[in-house]
């Protein structure tokens, strides 16, 4: 089994900072994509970024320019920097990775993180 924790959500003013953290502990081989989502209250989920084990990253346009998702293989961790925040940016954001557990024969396994809240206050 793996385990996804999230943390770093909180309270921020418009035009503040924030940074999210996720670690992924567990029986794990390596991971693949690992993603941040996010969904706002009557709103579907949405990628807000992605980043390759190699490190390309892949951001929606709303966030390109102002957030930054970076990972560490070795730690199994993945971050996402955001600056500049709007009201808009206002969410529950999930951590998302596709894990290869040992003796999965390298079979993929999504996992998600519970969920950490940012509130950005106008």
């Known amino acids: 089994q793996v385990r996804l924790v999230e943390s770093g959500g909180g309270l921020v003013q418009a035009g503040g900072s924030l940074r999210l953290s996720c670690a992924a502990s567990?029986?794990?081989?390596?991971?693949?994509?690992m993603a941040w989502y996010r969904q706002a209250p009557g709103k579907q989920r949405e990628l807000v970024a992605s980043i390759t084990r190699g490190g390309s990253a892949h951001y929606i346009r709303s966030v390109e320019g102002r957030f930054t998702i970076l990972r560490d293989n070795a730690k199994n961790t993945v971050d996402l920097h955001m600056s500049s925040l709007n009201f808009e940016d206002t969410a529950t954001y999930y951590c998302n990775a596709g894990v290869v557990e040992y003796g999965s024969h390298g079979y993929t396994t999504d996992y998600w993180g519970q969920g950490t809240q940012v509130t950005v206050s106008s």
């Open positions: 567990g029986s794990i081989f390596s991971i693949d994509d």
